[in-house]
T-cell receptor, first 109, second 110 residues
């Protein structure tokens, strides 16, 4: 089983839609969770950290479910500029970050 | 603050050539990392460093070497380039939590 698994997509959604991504992780001892955004041919950038209590930043909400070992990202009122690849990131047993392969989102007019 | 800078942006190498990818950060971070990203794939950790003078292997270190003589610089060396090393290379640094990435180096080995 991969340490971090994501549905590669693509998710094609119209502007204004709500879209959700899930990511599962295998290390039950992981303590740090993040969502990064990567635009085409660019470097990854931190979108948000994921806390046990959840985290909301404007239209973006991240949740952690430790029992089922998954994290989620919800994007409300999608914009064209949200089109990107979203990387799920979890710290490993050696405390290094493990990056998922990413979920591609395409928002269309 | 320039953040993390990488040079060159692009490079084409012939099989067997060598080169050094440069990485510099101005955030005084102790942790630095080198990743490679193949098309449609996730980031794979090549080497990392927890401070000047200390380096360690990541998931895919074969064919690469690193050094960390200063806090700011973390160069990645390819000694005998192979087509399998065609990839995009990202350098990153971190303090407590978030990793900041450089813009990447696109390397093609022919």
């Amino acid at each position: 089983r991969k340490e971090v698994e994501q549905d590669p997509g693509p998710f094609n959604v119209p502007e204004g839609a709500t879209v959700a991504f899930n990511c599962t992780y295998s290390n039950s001892a992981s303590q740090s969770f993040f969502w990064y955004r990567q635009d085409c041919r660019k470097e990854p950038k931190l979108l948000m950290s994921v806390y046990s209590s959840g985290n909301e930043d404007g239209r973006f909400t991240a949740q952690l479910n430790r029992a089922s070992q998954y994290i989620s990202l919800l994007i409300r009122d999608s914009k064209l500029s949200d089109s990107a690849t979203y990387l799920c990131v979890v710290n490993s047993h050696t405390d290094k970050l493990i990056f998922g392969t990413g979920t591609r989102l395409q928002v269309f007019p | 603050n320039a953040g993390v800078t990488q040079t060159p942006k692009f490079r084409i190498l012939k099989i067997g050539q060598s080169m050094t990818l440069q990485c510099t950060q101005d955030m005084n971070h102790n942790y630095m990392y080198w990743y490679r990203q193949d098309p449609g794939m996730g980031l794979k950790l090549i080497y990392y460093s927890v401070g000047a003078g200390i380096t360690d292997k990541g998931e895919v270190p074969n064919g690469y070497n690193v050094s960390r003589s200063t806090t700011e610089d973390f160069p990645l060396r390819l000694e005998l380039a192979a087509p399998s090393q065609t990839s995009v290379y990202f350098c990153a640094s971190s303090g407590v939590d978030e990793q900041f990435f450089g813009p990447g180096t696109r390397l093609t080995v022919l």
